[in-house]
Structures are given as C-alpha cells and as structure tokens.
C-alpha cells in the first residue's frame, strides 16, 4: 500500500486519468472529490464489497500463514 499525505485542495493523480483531491477536512472525517472516466467504476469499499458478495477485505481477513504453507 502506498500511503500519501495531501491537505486540502491537494491532488494525486492515477493512471494519468483519474485525479483525487482532497476537498475537505473535518474531524477524523475526510472528503474525496474523484474525476475518473465514465467506464472507470468508483465505489466506497462497503459498496464494492455487497455487489462483488464479499464480507470481508484482504486487508481485514487475518492471514494463517502456519495453515497456508505448503506440508513438507
């Protein structure tokens, strides 16, 4: 994971066509404003999760790296 620090009005830019900015701050809260083409699907990670029928993340699943190794 990259991670960027970005005030407000700051930008990052994906892909040279899809730009992110911060539009506000407030709290612990933070508003994104996101421009991306049209056939680009752009979802909050709660949304992507009940259309895709996830419940849970990669990020938030804990890894058993003791169960996943291969048996020698």
Excluded at 14 to 41: C, M, Q, S, Y
């Amino acid at each position: 994971m990259l991670v960027l620090s970005r005030k407000k009005n700051e930008s990052i830019v994906i892909n040279n066509d899809i730009i992110i900015t911060v539009v506000e701050i407030r709290g612990d809260k933070v508003r994104l404003g996101i421009i991306a083409p049209k056939d680009v699907p752009v979802h909050r990670q709660e949304i992507f999760d009940a259309i895709h029928g996830k419940e849970e993340t990669p990020e938030s699943k804990p890894v058993d790296t003791e169960n996943s190794l291969p048996k020698v």
